[in-house]
């Protein structure tokens, strides 16, 4: 059975930083793109950024590129989201979340095993 636990949320000032953690478990971790999204109060749930299984490749939502970096330790079963210059717009629940397939190409949907969310707030 797949196990994603996110930590690493909190309250920060705008401009601050944040590092996200997610560590999965339960399937052969380095065979399975890894992603973040987030939910905001009263909206939809949004795609940020994705890193392919081999680590080569990544995506990432038009809104944080530039401020947030996705990155693996596929030794330590571990995908990060490294957050700087953040926003309050930012403010959301993030999710990790881990591809369906094996070998996938990297993408904003078939996620199919998500955490259970770590709070980020954003004050200004």
């Known amino acids: 059975q797949v196990q994603l636990v996110e930590s690493g949320g909190g309250l920060v000032q705008a401009g601050g930083s944040l590092r996200l953690s997610c560590v999965a478990s339960?399937?052969?971790?380095?065979?399975?793109?890894m992603a973040w999204f987030r939910q905001a109060p009263g909206k939809e749930r949004e795609f940020v950024a994705a890193?392919?299984?081999?680590?080569?490749?990544?995506a990432y939502a038009d809104s944080v590129k530039g401020r947030f970096t996705i990155s693996r330790d596929n030794a330590k079963n571990t995908v990060y989201l490294q957050m700087n210059s953040l926003k309050p717009e930012d403010t959301a629940v993030y999710y990790c979340?881990?591809?369906?397939?094996?070998?996938?190409?990297?993408?904003?949907?078939?996620?199919?095993?998500w955490g259970q969310g770590t709070q980020v707030t954003v004050s200004s």
């Open positions: 339960g399937r052969t971790f380095r065979l399975y793109n």
């Open positions: 890193i392919r299984w081999s680590g080569g490749s990544t």
């Open positions: 979340a881990e591809d369906r397939s094996a070998y996938g190409s990297l993408r904003e949907d078939g996620y199919a095993y």
